[in-house]
């Protein structure tokens, strides 16, 4: 006679699943940046990303085994606790990790769902608003152009104004068209973003507003 085993599955099952998550930081504040911006969020940062920008301003990110790995029923009991119904997921690099399960239960729960993406790992999860912000030192993977709603590029350059056009010729004509001076070079690049998006209208400028008021 055989006996059932039920094992358990293992965390790292779990997480390739999406059913648990690396949850680095989850806190509530105003959106400062892109189409949202103004409006209260609440934002789940996960752990992980592999695209090494070299100005990232979230570099303990990186490493996903560095922080907790939580339920996506608990990631989504503590964002009821507060009153926006808007959810932003961020990292590190989110689509590192399916977000399909976290994603529906969100919406089962009544949030609005955003996502905040460098693209470079296939799409998953079901968002109302996907902002696309490619990076140079990790390829996107094809699976974002389609999906994305929105084309935000950090300026750090001048080589990143051409990186800009490249990539929005691979969106859909909808998509909206941002520019973003990286924080530490905005006293250097925003009067050139300024002129650029004046000659080429397509654009629109991107600011950190957060930051202007001290906010995370
Ligand atoms: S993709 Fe985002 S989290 Fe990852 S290195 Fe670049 S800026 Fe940092």
Request: proline content about 7%; some cysteine; hydrophobic content about 40%.
């Amino acid at each position: 006679m055989h006996t059932l085993d039920l094992v358990a599955p293992t965390t790292q099952e779990l997480v390739a699943s999406g059913l648990q998550l690396p949850v680095m930081e989850a806190f509530y504040t105003i959106q400062g940046e892109g189409r949202f911006t103004g409006n209260p969020a609440y934002f789940i940062r996960l752990g992980g990303c592999d695209v090494g920008c070299v100005w990232c301003d979230v570099k303990e990110s990186w490493e996903a085994a560095k922080w907790p790995v939580l339920s996506i029923e608990k990631i989504v009991e503590d964002a009821l606790a507060f009153p926006g119904r808007l959810v932003v997921i961020t990292g590190g690099e989110p689509l590192m990790y399916n977000l399909d399960p976290l994603t529906k239960l969100l919406k089962e729960k009544g949030f609005t769902t955003n996502i905040e993406t460098s693209g470079a790992h296939p799409f998953s999860g079901d968002f109302d608003w996907v902002c696309f912000s490619p990076k140079k030192f990790k390829k996107p993977h094809p699976s974002i152009y389609a999906e994305a709603d929105e084309l935000k590029v950090v300026i750090y350059n001048k080589s990143d104004f051409n990186f800009a056009e490249d990539h929005a010729k691979l969106v859909n004509p909808t998509c909206e068209l941002r520019l973003q001076p990286e924080w530490s070079k905005a006293a250097k690049f925003t009067p050139e973003i300024v002129e650029y998006v004046k000659n080429h209208p397509t654009w629109k400028i991107s600011l950190q507003t957060h930051k202007f008021m001290d906010i995370p």
